[in-house]
């Protein structure tokens, strides 16, 4: 997979030696905007973190188009994942994104805030910059988050269900920023969703994970009418 | 205001005292914010109990090795913060790395405080010629500072405050989110371990200093009451340490003026200071919530 940005060899992932997934082999193109679809339990996630490096490979390899150490990816987790007991304002959770490329000793300078400024802009809470986080709304958290991942300065953007436990206004906004992110910056991004009806009308190609096995390819086949009747059934 | 004129000259009798309790309630509060952040309140319970026991056990284990050691010497202290910090680093890193299993975590703390108490009686009473003196070592003896013995206290707390400061993106970023930290390659259990190496300084230092319940007291009441009103993460920090050198400040006065025992007396009006806090919070959710009716 010379040009993959990001490429799995029949990787397997899981948990205490125990694999929940198995010979996954698949490609990420630069550019690509996949989304990982499949029931609860399939593995999404852990195929999400297996990406990231957050839990070892049991078998297999993982190849990176791009230097982590320097440039890591962007990641966005569910923000229920985070604890509301740290006094943190919008700004410095997103300045957090700026840590990356920052090291030990050196402190956070202007451009650093400036850059955490612009992505704050880009998801559109520059004024709420200096509002508690947990002040806000989820969805207006989950942007936020998202900024922080644009802060990274990232070559691909991983997001673990960005539209969960928000309402169906804010879980449009939240994609359809994601899609402009895409489409405009070229940005690769991966997510974790079962938002089946937005992920058709926004995302470009699908990785289904059901029984521990894989299939990818573009959404208007993974995702046509008569697929979904074969998964979840007549209406 | 006479007593108040008293305590700050320059030739005021219990000077390194005052100075060593307010370098306390400065040092463990800046400590103490990570302990609620991270939830590990009650391991600010346990702990110093285990840097009690750790002191005690240093001393029957130096006797049963070497001898007699001797009293009031330097290596005295040196004995004590070498029983102390193992002790308390071996329980914390221990207590940590159980904490991932939260259906058990209070149990666990629990149970540490109630085994660390009964071994520190347990090895005292196996050493009882030195059980008087050591004492004042285990329950804390800040009227006793010295100036050398505040000279390693500034020392000690000074460099905590100076590492705490410098690294305080880094500690953070393993603190609120550590899968963050391990994506960006930031070694997090080496930054975890240095965190965990300055709390158990700052623990057994301050146990020896002010004793277990002082150290308790100030590791988790002025975080907590500045939690309530601070809204970024410097300031939380910083509020928190000034408000347990105000209050330390302030219980020395009391004991000196009352002539109360200085520990309780701190750990009273730090206690006071939370309660008020609380309790004008409450009051202004009440008004705000009346007044958008």
């Known amino acids: 997979m010379p040009h993959a940005l990001l490429g799995l060899q029949d990787v397997s992932l899981g948990y205490d030696g125990r694999a929940v997934l198995e010979h996954i082999s698949f490609a990420i193109e630069r550019g690509e905007f996949l989304a990982l679809l499949g029931p609860n339990g399939a593995g999404k996630t852990t195929l999400l973190r297996g990406m990231l490096g957050l839990i070892p490979v049991l078998a297999g390899r993982i190849t990176y188009g791009f230097d982590r150490?320097?440039?890591?990816?962007?990641?966005?987790?569910?923000?229920?994942?985070?604890?509301?007991?740290?006094?943190?304002?919008?700004?410095?959770?997103?300045?957090?994104?700026?840590?990356?490329?920052?090291?030990?000793?050196?402190?956070?300078?202007?451009?650093?805030?400036?850059?955490?400024?612009?992505?704050?802009?880009?998801?559109?809470?520059?004024?709420?910059?200096?509002?508690?986080?947990?002040?806000?709304?989820?969805?207006?958290?989950?942007?936020?988050?998202?900024?922080?991942?644009?802060?990274?300065?990232?070559?691909?953007?991983?997001l673990d269900e960005p539209t969960a436990g928000v309402d169906p206004g804010a879980a449009i906004t939240i994609m359809d920023l994601i899609a402009r992110l895409n489409r405009d910056q070229g940005l690769t991004v991966v997510l974790v969703s079962h938002h089946l009806r937005l992920v058709r009308s926004l995302v470009r190609s699908v990785l289904w994970i059901e029984d521990g096995r894989i299939s990818k390819g573009a959404t208007e086949v993974m995702l046509a009418p008569e697929r979904i009747i074969d998964i979840f059934g007549p209406l | 205001m006479d007593t108040l004129v008293e305590i700050v000259s320059p030739g005021f009798l219990l000077r390194d005292a005052l100075i060593g309790s307010v370098l306390v309630g400065c040092i463990c509060p800046l400590v103490g914010v990570y302990f609620v952040l991270r939830r590990m309140i009650f391991l600010g319970v346990a702990l110093p109990q285990?840097?009690?026991?750790?002191?005690?056990?240093?001393?029957?284990?130096?006797?049963?090795?070497?001898?007699?050691?001797?009293?009031?010497?330097?290596?005295?202290?040196?004995?004590?913060?070498?029983?102390?910090?193992?002790?308390?680093?071996?329980?914390?890193?221990?207590?940590?790395?159980?904490?991932?299993?939260?259906?058990?975590?209070?149990?666990?703390?629990?149970?540490?405080?109630?085994?660390?108490?009964?071994?520190?009686?347990?090895?005292?009473?196996?050493?009882?010629?030195?059980?008087?003196?050591?004492?004042?070592?285990?329950?804390?003896?800040?009227?006793?500072?010295?100036?050398?013995?505040?000279?390693?206290?500034?020392?000690?707390?000074?460099?905590?405050?100076?590492?705490?400061?410098?690294?305080?993106?880094?500690?953070?970023?393993?603190?609120?989110?550590?899968?963050?930290?391990?994506?960006?390659?930031?070694?997090?259990?080496?930054?975890?371990?240095?965190l965990y190496l300055m709390i158990g300084i700052t623990i057994s230092l301050g146990v020896m200093t002010a004793g277990p319940l002082v150290t308790f007291g100030f590791l988790v009441i002025p975080p907590l009451t500045a939690r309530m009103i601070t809204r970024r993460m410097l300031t939380f920090s910083l509020t928190a340490a000034c408000l347990g050198a105000v209050t330390a400040f302030a219980g020395f006065y009391c004991a000196y003026r009352f002539d109360l025992p200085l520990g309780p007396a701190e750990v009273a009006l730090a206690s006071l200071g939370l309660a008020m806090v609380t309790t004008a919070r409450g009051l202004s959710r009440v008004w705000e919530r009346w007044r958008a009716t």
């Open chain 2, 50 to 194: 285990v840097s009690a026991a750790g002191i005690a056990f240093a001393f029957l284990a130096y006797r049963m090795l070497i001898g007699q050691h001797q009293h009031f010497m330097p290596s005295e202290r040196w004995l004590a913060m070498l029983g102390s910090l193992s002790w308390t680093l071996v329980g914390l890193l221990i207590l940590a790395a159980l904490a991932r299993h939260r259906e058990t975590v209070e149990a666990r703390i629990g149970m540490t405080y109630a085994v660390a108490a009964a071994a520190t009686i347990l090895f005292l009473a196996a050493d009882p010629a030195a059980e008087a003196h050591m004492v004042n070592l285990l329950k804390g003896d800040i009227l006793a500072t010295t100036g050398p013995s505040l000279t390693l206290m500034a020392g000690v707390f000074g460099a905590v405050a100076l590492l705490l400061l410098a690294f305080r993106k880094e500690f953070l970023l393993v603190s609120f989110d550590r899968d963050q930290a391990v994506i960006f390659g930031k070694h997090a259990g080496l930054w975890d371990s240095l």
């Open chain 1, 69 to 158: 150490s320097t440039s890591p990816p962007g990641y966005v987790p569910q923000r229920d994942a985070l604890d509301p007991i740290f006094p943190l304002t919008a700004r410095e959770v997103v300045l957090m994104g700026t840590y990356a490329r920052l090291a030990p000793l050196r402190p956070v300078g202007r451009r650093q805030r400036q850059l955490a400024a612009a992505c704050l802009e880009q998801v559109g809470l520059a004024d709420l910059a200096d509002r508690p986080f947990w002040a806000l709304s989820g969805g207006q958290k989950q942007r936020v988050l998202i900024a922080r991942g644009l802060a990274v300065e990232p070559n691909i953007l991983l």
